[in-house]
């Protein structure tokens, strides 16, 4: 399945029929993980679970590609029977391609499940970068023409790889999302100093509004989190999950995962309110980046959501020297809260030529009105524009 002198490329149907070791020398995991969510552990906590699997529309099927015997490179991949849990939207792709008598479904998902975070997706052991890539795109185009698969879809993927890709032939896109980035701040007030007034003025505002509601937040990490915080949390999953998707996507069995095996690589903030947990929000480590992921609660308080999800995340980031909070998919809210747009990168591959074209030419448009989107709303950004422009005093 591949080009390359010496490389065999294969497909596994499980995560574990993968050392992890093996694969977490292709992920670079040394100490904290850039990137928690490809990590074996992870990937393993979701396919134990039952969050991905059989009757979930998420079919594991990891690229491996082996070199003398040796892995040096994979790539987390899966077969898709929809286009749920992707926050890459292909909806209207698959309509046209059926309306046109095609079917869409399945199609190769090269990405972490229900994770709208960038990260890389070609993993590769240290210096094998550039073959280990191409033997992973040949492998999974191979893979999706062998089994007439409509399409490959790889989201989330790093800049340096939406580059490469596209030198590798494939297509393209670019969306945004809302992350807060650290300039070497000290503490949140030297965060605030650097809003205008009104901006400044509306976040004090919040914060103690929020944390005014009558109770505690309280921050947790590895083995500060018991199984209690997560009986707690799955209620709040659980009550995000039916208002934003019908269906949960994680099963209860992973949150029993993450604290067996993840629970180092977990920030929990919650809320405590007369004796009980009422809120509270799930966010990942990584070594220069916090990932805001799930967001929860059994009673509403004013200005809640904003103080655990944005600034106690900020408050986090800066104690522990991280340069970003990506606080997850959409949300032009987040903007005035100080998390600014950012660009992220997908790469796609249609095995239909003709398709391709049509996709092609609306991804080059949607490049540039995105492009766009992006200049206009960070000129829009709640920061100064210069050092001494609005800076007076904060009046009622």
Known sequence: MSDAPNIEVSVVTAINEIAPQEWD??????????????????????????SVGAGTGWVPRHIIARQNDQIIAVMPSYAKGHSQGEYIFDHNWAHAYENAGGEYYPKLQVAVPFTPATGRRFLTRPGFDQIGMSALVQGAIALSAQNSLSSMHITFCDEAEYIAGSQLGLLQRIGQQFHWHNDEYADFDQFLNNLSSRKRKNIRKERMGAQNFGGTIRQFTGNEILPEHWDAFWQFYQDTGARKWGTPYLTRAFFESAQENLRDDILLVMCERDGRWIAGALNFIGSDTLYGRYWGCVEDHRYLHFEVCYYQAIDYAIAHGLKRVEAGAQ?????????????????HWFRDVGFADAVEKYLEAERNAVGEDIEILTAFGPFRKSKGEDDGAETE
């Open 25 to 50: 020398a292709c992920a670079n995991v040394v100490g904290r993980p850039k990137d928690p969510f490809t990590t074996h552990r992870f990937l393993k906590a979701l396919e134990d679970s039952g």
């Open 331 to 347: 949300g032009e809210h987040k903007l005035a809260r100080g998390y600014l747009p950012t660009p992220v990168y997908s790469l």
